[in-house]
């Protein structure tokens, strides 16, 4: 299964999340991406292969989330298929496999720009909220961190996801690291803070 790890905080310790990072890339060897808001704008940065630190040079952000990818629906080959998925104002980190969501974009009228199954939610957030987009994946083993505006929302069924909670930030990651708590499950939990702009910023590394 994939890795997804993310900050929402003031400041980062670059250390700590250079180590979810690559512990969350233990799980995902086949691309990597991540997204963050910063007082410059909002930013994605994408790879392929695994994870390595130089992904995280020069970032320090308000918020982020990021995703280490063991290749499901849509080929790693493609980066558009490659996670962290954005659709407009929201960005999606997602470990998991959402049923049927062909049959779901159909019937809602969407417009997949990707063959990576987890774009649906960041439509559905879109367009319904969050718990719509939850409400989509009908119950089957993920891992989610979901960033929009200010907020970023984390949720979790049958897969790990945890957190740590130090000098006012938070970090999360599908790998147990130290001190961290397992997130509890099937609640969606927003943290507030970081910084939001109308710009994106992309980078191939």
């Known amino acids: 299964m994939c890795g997804v790890f993310g900050f929402c905080g003031i400041k980062p310790d670059a250390d700590l999340l250079q180590e979810i990072a690559l512990l969350a890339g233990t799980r995902g060897p086949h691309a990597h991406g991540i997204y963050w808001t910063d007082e410059n704008g909002n930013h994605i940065r994408k790879g392929a292969g695994q994870i390595k ?107 790990p996801l945890y957190v740590l909670h130090t000098e006012g930030s938070y970090y999360f990651c599908s790998r147990a690291f130290e001190d961290a708590m397992q997130i509890p499950e099937d609640e969606a939990i927003t943290f507030e803070g970081g910084i939001t702009h109308g710009n994106l910023y992309h980078e191939t590394l």
């Not at 308000?62 to 558009?80: D, F, K, N, P, V």
């Open 53 to 159: 630190p130089a992904i995280l040079k020069d970032v320090m952000p308000a918020l982020l989330i990021g995703h280490c990818r063991l290749s499901t629906s849509g080929t790693y080959r493609m980066e558009q298929n490659n996670q962290p998925i954005v659709c407009g104002d929201i960005a999606v980190s997602h470990n998991g496999n959402i049923p049927d969501y062909l049959e779901l974009s159909r019937e809602m009228g969407i417009a997949l720009s990707t063959c990576c199954d987890s774009e649906i939610l960041c439509h559905l957030a879109g367009r319904y909220g969050i718990e719509k987009a939850i409400s989509a994946i009908k119950g089957a083993p993920t891992a989610l961190l979901l960033l929009q505006n200010n907020q970023l929302t984390v949720f979790r069924k049958k897969l």
